[in-house]
């Protein structure tokens, strides 16, 4: 089954500088990959995703990368801020019907200002 | 938007009672609903798939018999932990996927904190 590798598990920045997390993941057929920010006791609410028929997609100042062929995508934040403090996820899906997705472990931001 | 209603957010029981937690999609019909444990500090775990009108697939590890899952309409799912111990704490979190959406479109209820004492 799919397995999702992320890193670094810990990251902290100054407020105002870049901030990027990365995954690799092993199923070639997967072809969705959400991001989530997890705030302490709350659900995981997404906040960009890519699909595989895309290389990149930016949100302000939130941009996804996609490398298919080496099996790896990247949240990068820009102009970070201390409301960006989280916990953030990548995940993995196939396209297959109910098929769920796959977390990576997590990444735990602190912006300091 | 897609939305989720998980309750109840937060429960605390006693060792050995069970435990019954909701998900419901309330503005779409959901085939499918995932269940997800997430320990403290840790990534979200798949439970298991929930299928409407059938039975749900667990994932490897997970005791079918513990963690009792219905989907019984399209719109809801249960997860019943029975005979609960302490080591069943942790924060169960549902997902589901509109009806007909291809393999993207997922949605998160806001989870439950279970506490087991």
């Known amino acids: 089954g799919e397995n999702v590798e992320q890193h670094p598990s810990t990251l902290s920045v100054q407020e105002g500088d870049s901030a990027v997390i990365k995954c690799t993941y092993s199923?070639?057929?997967?072809?969705?990959f959400p991001w989530y920010k997890q705030e302490l006791g709350k659900g995981p609410q997404l906040i960009i995703d890519?699909?595989?028929?895309?290389g990149e997609k930016k949100d302000q100042r939130i941009a996804v990368t996609l490398n298919k062929t080496a099996k790896h995508f990247s949240l990068h934040i820009t102009e970070t801020q201390p409301e960006d403090s989280a916990v953030y996820f990548c995940?993995?899906?196939?396209?297959?019907?109910?098929?769920?997705?796959?977390f990576g472990k997590g990444t735990t931001l602190s912006v300091s200002s | 938007g897609a939305v989720v209603s998980q309750h109840p957010s937060r429960v605390i029981c006693k060792s050995g009672t069970s435990v019954k937690i909701e998900c419901r999609s309330l503005?779409?019909?959901?085939?499918?609903m995932f269940w997800y444990r997430q320990f403290p500090k840790q990534s979200l775990m798949l439970m298991a798939t929930?299928?409407?009108?059938?039975?749900?697939?667990?994932e490897q590890g997970v005791e079918k018999d513990k963690f009792l899952i219905n989907h019984a309409s399209l719109t809801l799912s249960t997860l019943t932990v029975t005979s609960a111990h302490p080591e069943d704490s942790s924060f169960y979190i549902c997902?589901?996927?509109?009806?007909?959406?291809?393999?993207?479109?997922?949605?998160f209820g806001s989870g439950t904190r279970l506490t087991v004492v």
């Open positions: 997902s589901a996927r509109p009806r007909g959406t291809p393999t993207y479109g997922y949605t």
């Open positions: 995940a993995a899906s196939i396209p297959q019907a109910g098929t769920a997705l796959i």
């Open positions: 199923d070639s057929a997967s072809n969705y």
């Open positions: 929930s299928n409407e009108g059938s039975k749900a697939t667990y």
């Open positions: 890519i699909r595989s028929n895309v």
């Open positions: 503005d779409f019909q959901a085939t499918t």
